[in-house]
């Protein structure tokens, strides 16, 4: 089975810099989906990136990115120009893309981020 | 468009009562799933389906079942509650499990308090 590991509890950045959350995942599959999923106050579930395992250039979206190490099964965001508004919990996710994937994500227990005015 | 609607969005049960959430998306997605949130343990999934009239269990199907007679429906049910059952509930759906369109859709979520 995966398993999905973020280290880091809680993470606190000031305001306009920059900020890595860590993620390791564990498999045995070699084709595969990872996430970065953002959950404020309100509860919703919010995709922020997505990175297909197959792909070595790392995802970006605005001033999101990651650093996608498939030999070492690491997958880290990074907030750049943190805004307040990033403040949430922040989870990291997989899915297996054999056997068509269709048996959900496997997500980490998830860092809450905290911005410092 | 909708997207993804969860009802209710909060109930309280006793012990050893029954009771169905409901997951409705209008996106035509073939893939629906329910997943639990509870505190430090991220979100876990219940069960899924790949179409209507199809379901299977995922990591933790225990004391839940669900229906998908409609393609656009998703439905848990709980026939016991159990306090352990207390939890936030998260209902998803997929478009497509491959390319540019693999992504879920979260409801908005279903707190759920068993006494």
């Known amino acids: 089975a995966q398993t999905v590991t973020q280290s880091q509890p809680e993470m606190s950045v000031q305001e306009a810099e920059t900020v890595t959350l860590s993620c390791t995942y564990d498999t045995s599959e070699s084709d595969y989906y990872l996430f970065w999923y953002k959950q404020p106050p309100s509860r919703q579930m919010i995709l922020v990136i997505r990175?297909?395992?197959?792909?070595?250039q790392n995802a970006t979206e605005n001033r999101f990115s990651v650093n996608f190490q498939k030999a070492a099964k690491s997958f880290s965001l990074k907030i750049s120009d943190s805004q307040l508004g990033d403040a949430a919990m922040y989870f990291c996710?997989?899915?297996?893309?054999?056997?068509?994937?269709?048996?959900?994500?496997?997500f980490g227990k998830g860092t809450h981020l905290i911005i410092q005015p | 468009n909708a997207g993804v609607t969860q009802t209710p969005k909060f109930r309280v049960l006793k012990t050893g009562q029954s009771m169905t959430l409901l997951c409705a998306q209008d996106m035509n997605h073939e893939y629906m799933y329910w997943y639990r949130q509870d505190p430090g343990m991220g979100l876990r999934l219940i069960h899924y389906?790949?179409?209507?009239?199809?379901?299977a269990k995922g990591e933790v199907p225990d004391g839940y079942n669900v229906s998908r007679l409609k393609k656009q429906n998703f439905l848990l049910g709980l026939e016991s509650a159990a306090p352990s059952q207390t939890s936030v509930y998260f209902c998803a759906s997929n478009p497509q499990l491959r390319g540019s369109r693999n992504e879920q859709f979260f409801g908005p979520g279903t707190r759920l308090t068993v006494l």
């Open positions: 990175q297909e395992a197959y792909k070595q």
């Open positions: 996710a997989y899915r297996r893309y054999s056997g068509g994937g269709a048996d959900g994500l496997t």
């Open positions: 389906s790949v179409g209507e009239g199809t379901t």
